[in-house]
């Protein structure tokens, strides 16, 4: 059983309220607490040592990345990050000062993003280090963008460029926060994800509420110039597109909007945003599937992103 | 360096903002989002095969465990639970079946209590299963309790009895957030905790922000018929007063009201709570120290509880 069949099987028949706005299956849970106007966001995440970081790496980049993840679940949801609690396990014999450089980073991102960390606790974990953060944001109720709501015909948008991400940006990519806001208030997407499994996962994830499909353009795929760097210098590694697919830990943002608005949106994000590149890879349509096209004609996506859990 | 060391040196400088009432040192943060009237409580816990729970507990058990804790933090300030994510970490060669136990068991909890479960994820942790909670509930404003509050003369109250835990109760206890939330209602205690350390830990939690004491009546200390047993069958056990007061994992109240309220306080209580117990142990003293009164004078408090991070 991998983690996508276990939690299918675990989020049947959860115990539910009538504060809940959204559950499980999109980013963050969306929760309505009476907050005039306003939508409640809730979000946990969990790194581990060895599986997402080694303890080679510097303490302040494993703290900024615990932080970042949560960040980027709550850019994906266009909302506005507030508070957050920090859980970290460590081996008995731990160094104070690497929990330190862990609280460091963290609250160096989170005083950038004006999120107050309000507690949390450490606790033992004798083998390796655990952090997991749960964060809380809200979002106005009419600026709330879903993983569902796409349309067939609609421009498929991604910050960013993608792939290889394991050579550091993993640890030093930026929350789309800031864009995600923008976006939700000017050209409101369909719908939106955080690339966090990669691209051929993750448009999976975006369109399949839905029952809809997609049809890239393979030359529009933003490769990272790392992707790149790494397939020419390593004989074993990804091709680019390969990599750009499925490497992961991207953590830009996937969205829709009606196509009308494509040109629109490119100018003013160029504007906006000069720093961070925005591409259309595409459109949605309404049969379910995901197809690359090159000028040989379609060619089936990858099936698969990044599996966590295996 | 132990666990409340290094806690105080990572809560100095936490980045803040607005939103927040209490961060740090109560048993839940207090953020004021905009919900009129009232607060919200924001809290995590996670619980470690090895140091909470072993695996040949039954993993309905372990679920139940895992949000129980939590809940008693949420009653601890007379709030109202609402809304929790879970993290399960788990070794490779997980058990799908024993997982479901530990959702069933904290589902069947999050029921009894209208939580709803939005969410959470699995991810790996190769030695030993760690389960990460957090919850969020609300509290009216003024009927928000706090550890700090309490003033010279106050009468102190516990509830249930003292010791033993680890027998059974630190998996079955009851959250005593309909306890608490009457007590807000009818009495405003001034200042309340749970008792998760020992008494002789958690009383202290509750008197230092003030920088009072306490004089307790050794023979009001309510202890378990669990401690009393195993102090009489096992030579090796603690005596069963120091079990009261320093096994931990009680999830009792803790809580103090001003002294000429306690006669309608106890009464009342009984009343309405008949199969718990709730004994005034005592009153707060101008005076920082906890000192322990019987027939022969006063003894000095054990100076600690069980102290986590060992």
Known sequence: MNELELIQLLTKNLPTNNSVVTGTG??????????????????????????????????????????????????????????????????????PEFVQGIYAGLNALATQHGVAIVGGETTTNPERILISIALLGTVAKDRCIRRHGSRPGDAIFVSGTLGGSIDGWHFDFEPRLAEARWLAEHFTPTSMIDVSDGLASDIRHLLEHDHLGA??????????????????????????LLAALTDGEDFELLFTVPSKLAVKLLDGWKETFPQVPLACIGKVTDKPGVKLRDKDGYKPMPTHGYVHFA
């Open 26 to 95: 999109d980013d963050c849970a969306v929760l309505d607490l009476g907050i005039p106007d306003r939508f409640l966001l809730f979000k946990t995440d969990a790194i581990v040592e060895g599986t997402h970081f080694t303890r080679d790496a510097a303490p302040e980049r494993i703290g900024r990345k615990a932080l970042a993840r949560n960040l980027s679940d709550i850019a994906a949801m266009a909302g506005q990050p507030t508070a957050a609690l920090v859980t970290i396990a460590l081996p008995r014999g731990f160094d």
């Open 215 to 240: 049809e890239l353009l393979k030359s529009a795929i933003p490769i990272s110039r790392t992707a790149k760097l790494k397939a020419k210098e390593e004989s074993s590694a990804k091709p680019p």
